[in-house]
């Protein structure tokens, strides 16, 4: 008993001190509005400028969904200010040393080191990681055939990403040699890859998705021996946030945002129906 009043204690003061913090959700709900700075890494389908005045993607739907839902259910009016990263590295390592009133949407996985830097939503999205190479390239039957496969390759990666930890793996295990790029973003990686076909890497499956639809990208393959296990994207907030505590009701209360009208809306706007089932997350499956 004495520890579950210490737990309530300690509950007590932690809302207490976030409310306290300006820009935090807690003070926004006080004060009936609040601004949220949206640090996003610029990253097609997830977040991007179809135009220079308009930036749209699944992740941008998201963030608009949730002001809506701020005010119709919590009276409480969000104002968004949008923050381009053009790289994954800078976009994450801006985020991780916020404060306040600071969102980040980048295709985050999460991740148990993660984890320990920053705080999480609900996730939004599944993924799996894709091994992808020119289609000249032999297809790997398992992973220790990439020792003979990929030994003239070079890997092209983004810094910071799941994808550098799954190549320094594969160097690790077997490529000692391997050589290694680092690019700004997966665009990057693929145009790179289109034009250079000594190049290999780890991309997610929606961004795999959305270059291979269009012309002239149809030059690659995945090698499904490496196709990673089920991850999850979720939005990402400073450690001493609370925000991921509106974003966690916003997703979850009811069935859940990911089993409504507006989620399904949005990845119809998005993505392919190939693909769709694939990367949807629900709580009711």
Do not use: C
Not at 89 to 101: A, I, P, R
Request: no cysteine; hydrophobic share 40%.
């Amino acid at each position: 008993m004495k520890k579950f009043y210490g737990f309530l204690i300690a509950f007590s003061i932690s809302l207490t001190s976030f409310a306290q913090i300006a820009g935090s959700w807690s003070n926004a709900v006080k004060t009936g509005n609040g601004t949220l700075n949206v640090q996003y890494f610029d990253n097609f389908p997830f977040s991007y400028h179809r135009s220079k005045a308009e930036l749209v993607g699944i992740e941008v739907d998201m963030i608009n969904e949730f002001i809506r839902w701020a005010k119709d259910q919590k009276n409480v009016t969000l104002t968004s200010n949008f923050i381009e990263n053009k790289d994954f590295y800078t976009f994450y390592d801006e985020v991780k040393k916020s404060s306040g009133d600071v969102v980040g949407i980048g295709s985050v996985t999460i991740t148990p080191s993660r984890l320990g830097e920053v705080n999480f939503s609900a996730p939004y999205l599944k993924n799996k990681s894709l091994l992808i190479t020119s289609v000249a390239v032999p297809t790997l039957s398992t992973m220790a055939d990439a020792t003979k496969n990929f030994d003239s390759l070079t890997a092209i990666v983004v810094k910071g990403s799941i994808h550098e930890q799954e190549v320094l793996s594969l160097k690790s295990k077997y490529l000692p040699k391997l050589k290694i790029e680092y690019a700004a973003s997966p665009r990057q990686v693929l145009e790179k890859m289109r034009t250079n076909s000594r190049y290999f890497s780890y991309i997610d499956l929606v961004s795999y998705w959305a270059f291979v639809k269009q012309p002239k990208s149809k030059y690659m393959k995945i090698h499904r021996a490496a196709i990673s296990k089920e991850e999850m994207f979720g939005v990402v907030f400073p450690k001493n946030s609370d925000w991921n505590m509106a974003f966690n009701e916003f997703m979850e209360s009811g069935l859940g945002f990911a089993s409504s009208e507006a989620y399904k809306e949005i990845l119809r706007k998005n993505l392919g129906e190939e693909i769709i089932k694939t990367v949807s997350v629900s709580n009711i499956e």
